[in-house]
Nanobody, 125 residues
Framework: VELLESGGGLVQSGGSLRLSCAAS????????MYWIRQTSGKGLEWVSS????????YYADSVKGRFTVSRDNTKNTMYLQMNNLKSEDTGEYFC???????????????????WGPGTLVTVSS
């Protein structure tokens, strides 16, 4: 299993970024996928989940209405569009795959404990 996050960077408050998660080594189209972040304010936090088909998505309250998760199963890639970024969104962002193939599980306890190297998002106020 290999997950590689990209797209992070420095952005001003109110700005936007689009993160990508390139997956390989497993049947991407049969696993739920997740975004998790580590921030100085909240520590490790589940951000978002997306089902196998990409038509059901879930978000933490802290990002709801500002972030949008999507996936392209033909490219084995998941995305996180982040709009109206705030300073509290600053942190390292990771993607993870679900623990079991074809199992619906949107919550924070549903993903593998090993992730990619992460991508750093810094929001300046």
């Amino acid at each position: 299993v290999e997950l590689l996050e990209s797209g992070g960077g420095l952005v001003q408050s109110g700005g936007s970024l689009r993160l990508s998660c390139a997956a390989s080594g497993f049947m991407f189209s049969r696993y739920w996928m997740y975004w998790i972040r580590q921030t100085s304010g909240k520590g490790l936090e589940w951000v978002s989940s997306i089902n196998i088909g990409g038509d059901n998505t879930y978000y933490a309250d802290s990002v709801k209405g500002r972030f949008t998760v999507s996936r392209d199963n033909t490219k084995n890639t998941m995305y996180l569009q982040m709009n109206n970024l705030k300073s509290e969104d600053t942190g390292e962002y990771f993607c993870a795959k679900g623990k079991k193939m074809d199992v619906a599980c949107p919550g924070s306890g549903c993903y593998d404990p090993y992730w990619g190297p992460g991508t750093l998002v810094t929001v300046s106020s």
